[in-house]
């Protein structure tokens, strides 16, 4: 109880927001990619949408660069990855992506 106090006395008085709140995460996400494929342009739009209400921390991979990178994924581009998970590939369903970007979203609340 004197932990929680402590905490909430920390936030309200001095406005410190510890790296561990939930409130302060974001939903890591990394996208492959290749050059000239627009079902990777509309993945990141996509993305850039619920970027803000899902606190999402994109980064892209392109994978012409990286010939074993070719290999393990060639066409099945964009590769979408959440939380370290292989996620998506190929055309993202938004009603899918929303479903586990909320489910994400719960799971760091309660952390």
Not at 85 to 95: A, D, K, L, T
Request: some cysteine.
């Amino acid at each position: 109880m004197r932990f929680r106090l402590w905490r909430w006395f920390r936030r309200k008085c001095h406005g410190i927001h510890p790296p561990s709140d939930p409130a302060r995460r974001a939903i890591s996400v990394l996208l492959y990619k290749r050059n000239g494929c627009h079902l990777c342009d509309d993945a990141i739009q996509l993305l850039r949408k619920f970027e803000a209400e899902f606190r999402l921390h994109i980064e892209t991979f392109d994978i012409d660069h990286d010939a074993e990178m070719i290999a393990r994924y060639g066409e099945k581009v964009p590769v979408i990855q959440v939380q370290g998970r292989e996620r998506f590939f190929g055309p993202i369903n938004e009603p899918l992506l929303l479903r586990l970007l909320r489910a994400e979203r719960d799971k760091l609340d309660k952390v």
